[in-house]
DNA sequence: GAAGAATTTCAACGATCGTTGAATAGTAGT
DNA sequence: ACTACTATTCAACGATCGTTGAAATTCTTC
């Protein structure tokens, strides 16, 4: 019989340390299959070491979950809001545009996926994932990503004064289902279009995300 | 030991056939926690019938699986349908607006949820989980709604003559994303906005959203 | 009410699951 | 060489997994 049976691919033992090729491993398999569609010991075969190691470096299989989500999201969070500084210092006194403030938003994102493509495609898949499940997307992505997302919607009611709450947060709701569908990479939209736009061709999509949806945002919040 | 010690809803015996109750269960559950997350054990204890009655009445997991699917999506489909010809039957000769064919879209599915929320709830978070799922959300997806979105698509590409084909893909990325997000019904809207929007107020966002979208097509076809 | 088909019950299979404890190997400072 | 600590290996636990075959029951039709 096999040694590792499980994996198809397996994570290069070369520099990481063990606990990094762990993570690697169990990341790639959660964003393909889901928490419950991986066993420790498909994780393990992949990440080529011992099943039990699995239970030295992190406590539990939830807990290994945790520390992938906690492993990248502060990257993302400090890069989103240098972005949004960055813009607002850019508009000193009044507010900037609905387009710049979701450019800051999204394109810190797709711009990491683009340009190192490999490193973070299957976090933000699952981010993807949990961000479309009622149970427990719920309690993480809140904890991890709404401070920013709060620090965003201000920016964007000040550059929408007029808009109603709802109409803004439903909005919201609208560019968040569009974002992590865009970055979930399901290569449905490569099928739909018969090669017209291509879901993993980020650099096309930078520049049309945003404009798309400031457009939403500025008319449902027109008086 | 209790008999059924794994669901902690149960699903009525009363008018039922077997079949059925089967079906509902493992519905909700699929919805909750996946495909990989829920046992038939569990799905049989929910519907208060043996293990093997679901090998009886579907040959395997797999299929109860993709039972579940079909059951629904002509319903879906013969609406939606009917919808976008009575949209194209009031403006006989020129296009109807993209609002309009945009409303068509959505508005029979939000309606239905809204209308009859416990039998659709599910199944739309079903769907809302495979669509966002790189891996056997393509073959699903496409077999069963691609024929009613290309038809959705030329009656767009008729309302804006001089729209990129590429633009058009994505716009429609971007719907598909904000559509499914919001029946999923994840709550995550709730919790952010403090009550002032409520992911289950299907009545709210009914209008709203064939708003937002139009919005976001129409300038990014713009010329 | 007998015959035949459809449905349900019961018991079990081999495989895999998450998790653990104890023994072994490797490394650093003294 | 000895110690202390970290890292890895090996073997196993009880529980649950998807699935099946055969017997028992209920339903349908004459």
Redesign the pocket.
């Known amino acids: 019989m096999l040694k590792f049976k499980y994996g198809d691919g397996v994570i290069k033992k070369d520099k990481q340390t063990?606990r990094e090729r762990i993570l690697d491993a169990a990341e790639e398999l959660f964003a393909h299959k889901g928490y419950e569609g991986?066993?420790?010991?498909?994780i393990m075969a992949k990440a080529e070491?011992?099943?039990?190691?699995?239970?030295?470096?992190f406590?539990?299989?939830?807990d290994l979950f945790n520390e992938i989500m906690l492993r990248r999201v502060e990257i993302l969070n400090d890069i989103r809001l240098k972005a949004l500084e960055a813009v607002e210092e850019r508009h000193p006194g009044n507010a900037p545009s609905v387009e710049e403030i979701i450019d800051a938003f999204t394109h810190p994102l797709l711009d990491l996926l683009a340009r190192e493509h490999e490193e973070w495609k299957y976090y933000f898949q699952l981010i993807a994932h949990i961000n479309n499940s009622p149970d427990w997307g719920g309690e993480l992505m809140t904890r991890y990503f709404d401070p920013l997302v709060r620090r965003f919607l201000e920016a964007l009611k000040k550059a929408l004064p007029d808009c109603d709450d709802a109409d803004l947060y439903w909005s919201y709701h609208f560019l968040s289902g569009a974002l992590t569908l865009t970055f979930a990479e399901t290569g449905r939209l490569d099928n739909l279009s018969g090669g017209a736009a291509k879901s993993s061709d980020m650099a096309s999509v930078v520049d049309r995300m945003p404009k798309f949806l400031a457009a939403g945002f500025e008319r449902l919040c027109k008086k």
Do not use: E, G, P
């Open positions: 063990t991986v066993s420790i010991r498909q070491a011992d099943v039990s190691l699995a239970y030295y470096h406590k539990s299989k939830r």
